[in-house]
């Protein structure tokens, strides 16, 4: 194929989206999402949601498919249900009838989210998007909502833009998922057996499944020794040309190794014969035991420049809003005088 | 869960939500829930530089959802006193009051038909106005004493 059709390469044959749960989890997802958008009726939400549902428990089923066996099942399980309940959050936002309930859904979704970056080892981001977030911009929402709508609904919240628009956008968001699920796991093709001429063209046999891909030297390390897992950041290989190669466990900071380091040299010794292995504490750590002063840290140093650009934008924003609506109230009582 | 899992599952939920948001804004059109799916793209992307920053052990994903934060209320406090100007000068928070700042040319929007309201789910929450004395019962007064 030649260079400009690139991008179509990229896109796996026919027979292999068959054979693919995400697929078929995608298509029933944007099916469901075209019914619970506006215009609403009771069965389109009722339908709606159980076939968006449908698709989004299929993608989820396929990604843990595809890195089944795990060692430790319960971060998985955490995972998923905090993200079912953001992507919950989510689906009710743009499903709800009455704008005061969006808001509210958007709230439980944030509550997901920031669950999610605490499970990420993000504390200050989760406890800082449920105090800004949750707190104070759903909050000014739901006032702005009571001085501009006191009735709660209006027609305009039942109907959307016609059929076009509500198809664009499903398919458009449909596609962008979807090609975020195939860079993750891309479906590979397995090589067709040799043809038998018999007239009839072979099918391609296809799995979405992939060979499971060489993990990191950490990962192998964390699969091995479960207890190491949460204190080991990385390995480095140094392989100097007159030497024996010299392994280095990167632990967060402030830790202790844990396990024997024998053991450690066995389950590398695949890797490099005859290494010796070091220990040393991060220095750059996300996952460090100090996070909060870490972040200080990095926030008042390498990026100070933008947190004062920050502070300025703050500022004009609030100098902003107040201006418009001062103005605002000018123009109205020079209507009134009129 | 291995950090590649992690990164490949928090990016595909990522994904999702920015999914949602844009479906959101493109199909809803209330003002007020249309910016709401604009913050939610926004999760979504914080979510994904939060996964991304964990992945490289770099503190710049999280630094710049640092920043997102900071910017989604600038927008928010920006965006709500438009849409309250906007909304007091049309009367209502419907986006297509505002088709007539469409370009030359283009074909008016009008609604085809404005389904019946959901009969079987009547309640919904009742807001009391805001910045207006709320109405008096004289009967209350009468038997209450000086509040």
Same mark, same amino acid.
């Given at each position: 194929?030649?260079?400009?059709?690139?991008?179509?390469?990229?896109?796996?044959?026919?027979?292999?989206?068959?054979?693919?749960?995400?697929?078929?989890?995608?298509?029933?997802?944007?099916?469901?999402?075209?019914?619970?958008? =506006?215009? !609403?009726?009771? @069965?389109?939400?009722?339908?709606?949601?159980?076939?968006?549902?449908?698709?989004?428990?299929?993608?989820?089923?396929?990604?843990?498919?595809?890195?089944?066996?795990?060692?430790?099942?319960? =971060?998985?399980?955490?995972?998923?249900?905090?993200?079912?309940?953001? $992507?919950?959050?989510?689906?009710?936002? *743009?499903?709800? +009838?009455?704008?005061?309930?969006?808001?509210?859904?958007?709230?439980?979704?944030?509550?997901?989210?920031?669950?999610?970056?605490?499970?990420?080892?993000?504390?200050? /981001?989760?406890?800082?998007?449920?105090?800004?977030?949750?707190?104070? $911009?759903?909050?000014?929402?739901?006032?702005?909502?009571?001085?501009?709508?006191?009735?709660?609904?209006?027609?305009?919240?039942?109907?959307?833009?016609?059929?076009?628009?509500?198809?664009?956008?499903?398919?458009?968001?449909?596609?962008?998922?979807?090609?975020?699920?195939?860079?993750?796991?891309?479906?590979?093709?397995?090589?067709?057996?040799?043809?038998?001429?018999?007239?009839?063209?072979?099918?391609?046999?296809?799995?979405?499944?992939?060979?499971? =891909?060489?993990?990191?030297? @950490?990962? +192998?390390?964390?699969?091995?020794?479960?207890?190491?897992?949460?204190?080991?950041?990385?390995?480095?290989?140094?392989?100097?040309?007159?030497?024996?190669?010299?392994?280095?466990?990167?632990?967060?900071?402030?830790?202790?190794?844990?396990?024997?380091?024998?053991?450690?040299?066995?389950? /590398?010794?695949?890797?490099?014969?005859?290494?010796?292995?070091?220990?040393? +504490?991060?220095?750059?750590?996300?996952?460090?035991?100090?996070?909060?002063?870490?972040?200080?840290?990095?926030?008042?140093? @390498?990026?100070? *420049?933008?947190?004062?650009?920050?502070?300025?934008?703050?500022?004009?924003?609030?100098?902003?809003?107040?201006?418009?609506?001062?103005?605002?109230? /000018?123009?109205?009582?020079?209507?009134?005088?009129? | 869960?291995?950090?590649?899992?992690?990164?490949?599952?928090?990016?595909?939920?990522?994904? $999702?939500?920015?999914?949602?948001?844009?479906?959101?804004?493109?199909?809803?059109?209330?003002?007020?829930?249309?910016?709401?799916?604009?913050?939610?793209?926004?999760?979504?992307?914080?979510?994904?530089?939060?996964?991304?920053?964990?992945? !490289?052990?770099?503190?710049?994903?999280?630094?710049?959802?640092?920043?997102?934060?900071?910017?989604?209320?600038?927008?928010?406090?920006?965006?709500?006193?438009?849409?309250?100007?906007?909304?007091?000068?049309?009367?209502?928070?419907?986006?297509?009051?505002?088709?007539?700042?469409?370009?030359?040319?283009?074909?008016?929007?009008?609604? @085809?038909?404005?389904?019946?309201?959901?009969?079987?789910?009547? $309640?919904?929450?009742?807001?009391?106005?805001?910045?207006?004395? =709320?109405? !008096?019962?004289?009967?209350?007064?009468?038997?209450?004493?000086?509040?």
């Amino acid at each position: 194929m030649s260079e400009s059709f690139l991008l179509l390469a990229a896109v796996p044959a026919w027979t292999t989206w068959l054979a693919c749960p995400t697929f078929w989890g995608l298509l029933a997802a944007v099916v469901g999402l075209y019914l619970l958008v =506006p215009p !609403h009726t009771r @069965r389109r939400q009722v339908v709606g949601g159980a076939v968006a549902w449908i698709g989004l428990l299929l993608i989820i089923a396929d990604m843990v498919a595809l890195q089944w066996p795990v060692a430790a099942p319960a =971060p998985h399980v955490v995972f998923w249900v905090l993200a079912a309940i953001a $992507i919950a959050g989510g689906v009710g936002l *743009i499903s709800a +009838q009455s704008p005061i309930y969006s808001a509210m859904w958007f709230a439980l979704s944030l509550l997901g989210v920031a669950a999610l970056f605490l499970q990420q080892d993000a504390q200050f /981001l989760g406890i800082a998007t449920i105090i800004v977030y949750a707190g104070a $911009i759903v909050v000014t929402f739901l006032f702005v909502l009571m001085l501009a709508q006191p009735e709660g609904h209006s027609t305009a919240d039942r109907i959307s833009w016609g059929t076009f628009p509500k198809f664009c956008a499903v398919v458009l968001a449909g596609t962008l998922v979807g090609t975020v699920s195939q860079v993750i796991h891309p479906p590979v093709v397995v090589a067709a057996e040799a043809p038998v001429d018999d007239g009839v063209a072979p099918l391609e046999s296809v799995t979405s499944k992939p060979a499971a =891909p060489p993990g990191s030297l @950490r990962d +192998q390390l964390a699969e091995k020794f479960p207890e190491l897992a949460p204190r080991l950041v990385n390995v480095e290989l140094a392989q100097p040309t007159d030497g024996a190669p010299q392994f280095t466990l990167v632990l967060r900071d402030g830790d202790e190794l844990g396990v024997d380091p024998q053991e450690v040299l066995a389950t /590398l010794e695949p890797i490099a014969a005859g290494a010796t292995l070091t220990t040393k +504490q991060s220095a750059h750590n996300v996952q460090a035991v100090n996070h909060m002063a870490n972040l200080g840290g990095y926030l008042f140093s @390498r990026y100070l *420049i933008a947190v004062e650009l920050a502070g300025t934008l703050l500022l004009a924003a609030l100098v902003g809003a107040v201006s418009m609506i001062i103005q605002g109230r /000018l123009n109205k009582e020079g209507e009134a005088h009129e | 869960m291995s950090e590649l899992s992690l990164l490949n599952n928090t990016l595909l939920v990522g994904a $999702i939500l920015f999914a949602l948001g844009l479906i959101g804004f493109i199909t809803r059109r209330n003002m007020i829930v249309m910016f709401l799916c604009a913050e939610m793209m926004l999760q979504g992307v914080s979510v994904s530089l939060v996964a991304w920053g964990r992945y !490289h052990n770099d503190w710049g994903g999280q630094m710049l959802v640092v920043f997102i934060i900071a910017v989604a209320a600038c927008e928010a406090a920006i965006a709500l006193a438009l849409v309250l100007l906007l909304a007091a000068k049309s009367g209502g928070l419907d986006a297509m009051h505002w088709q007539s700042l469409r370009e030359d040319g283009v074909a008016p929007f009008v609604d @085809r038909a404005v389904p019946e309201e959901v009969q079987d789910d009547p $309640i919904w929450p009742v807001l009391t106005r805001s910045g207006i004395e =709320p109405a !008096h019962d004289p009967e209350e007064d009468l038997h209450r004493s000086r509040v």
